[in-house]
């Protein structure tokens, strides 16, 4: 008897798992269907309903999606009448640095290094001339130029405005700026318990 449910188990079991990930031609027997079939349509499918017949809409004229509109030029470009803005728009504080630094650790790093001296795992295992951040020219960039730079990219580097939002971009550029900061501080600016740590 106990022979003849295991058997039954483990065939229910063998059926449920081949109906599941079925790659035959044939329409697979579904006992839970899960969410396979939904009424939807997916991007660039056919919609009848629509007298151009895309499915995918574009945004109806003189509307601007909410967090979409960019009427600020030097927040959202970094730049007023063609020059770089000099100093960072957000207001500096531990909150925005340590979300700058997240940011920078998950976009930058990869290339730049968590010290931002170019030397990122990238870096060291391609020939790419990835930028040192910590470069006196870099330095001297005003705010706007660094914020530009991770926006629309320069050279050999690409820009990640898609990406990043403009808020991220900001608090990146406050990071920078620490660890560019950080990367010239006189062991005076140690603060002193952190001091037995350095060696
Ligand atoms: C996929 C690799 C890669 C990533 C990711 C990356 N960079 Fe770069 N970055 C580069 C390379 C390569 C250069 C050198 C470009 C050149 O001079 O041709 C560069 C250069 C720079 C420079 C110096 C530009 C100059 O004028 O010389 C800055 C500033 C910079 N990156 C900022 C950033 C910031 C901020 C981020 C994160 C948002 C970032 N980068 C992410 C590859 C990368």
């Known amino acids: 008897m106990m022979k003849t449910t295991t058997a039954l188990l483990i065939a229910l079991a063998v059926l449920t798992i081949s109906t599941g990930c079925n ?15 939904q009424q939807k349509w997916k ?14 809409r574009k945004p109806v004229e003189g509307t601007v999606a909410q967090g979409k509109l960019f009427a600020d030029d030097s927040y959202h470009l970094g730049v007023v009448e063609g020059k770089f803005i000099g100093r960072n728009p957000e207001k500096i504080n531990k909150e925005l640095l340590v979300y700058g630094q ?12 968590q010290t931002g001296d170019g030397k990122g795992i990238v870096a060291q295992r391609s020939l790419w001339q990835v930028g040192n951040m910590l470069d006196p020219r870099i330095k001297e960039y005003p705010d706007g130029e660094i914020y530009s730079v ?10 990640y405005r898609n990406q990043i939002g403009d808020r991220e971009r900001w608090a990146i550029v406050a990071y920078v700026r620490a660890l560019q900061r950080a990367s010239s501080a006189p062991v005076a600016d140690v603060p002193a318990q952190l001091l037995p740590s350095l060696h």
Request: charged letters at 25%; one cysteine or more.
């Open 23 to 37: 790659s035959s031609q044939n329409t697979p027997f579904e006992i839970i269907p899960d969410m396979d079939h």
């Open 43 to 56: 991007a660039q499918m056919e919609n009848p309903f629509f007298s151009d017949r895309r499915a995918m």
């Open 102 to 113: 997240r940011k920078f650790n998950t976009y930058c790093s990869p290339c730049h290094g």
């Open 150 to 159: 991770a926006s629309e990219g320069r050279r050999t580097m690409n820009g």
